[in-house]
């Protein structure tokens, strides 16, 4: 039997993040909606990661919710490190990126959400952030890209 934290099926982000010249994109799982009014996100981030030293050094970014045609982005978002792997020239060169609100975004995402940064906490081998919305862009209609289904394409074990 699984362990009760991957009961559940979660739906699999991507968070687009820049800080001058350096861009980046990765897979995000732990996220939640903490509060509706004002609209805010907790999005945790993993410790040694680009992602998280833009994030840190440019506090508002993307949050993008992936379809469930994406899960063969896994590889190359989840996989491969922003530090030695050049992800926005990759998604690029394969048509696969447009720009919303100065950032690189997945042209087939369901969603895009402009989060800004509030404040941050140590959270292990994740820094967690709580976000404001500064705004949001439905992209599409189609079905959420989910832990399941990458479970059931055996690209994830968990």
Known sequence: ????????DLPVYSVSSSSGE????????YVSAVS???????????????????VQASPT??????????YRLLALLGRKS??????IASLTKRK??????????????????????ISQTDAGDHVMMLCDMKGFKNV???DPLTLDILRSKKLIRI
Do not use: Y
């Open 1 to 8: 039997m699984k362990k009760p934290w991957n009961r559940i």
């Open 96 to 117: 696969l990126t447009a720009e919303w609100q100065g950032f690189v975004v997945l042209l087939e995402a369901l969603a895009w959400m402009e989060l800004e940064v």
């Open 36 to 54: 509706m009014d004002p609209k805010r996100f907790m999005v945790a981030l993993f410790k040694g990661s680009l992602t998280l030293d833009l």
């Open 61 to 70: 970014f993307v949050l993008q919710l992936m379809s469930a045609e994406q």
């Open 82 to 87: 922003g530090r030695n792997t050049d992800k």
């Open 140 to 142: 599409r209609d189609g």
């Open 22 to 29: 350096t861009k980046n994109m990765h897979i995000c799982t």
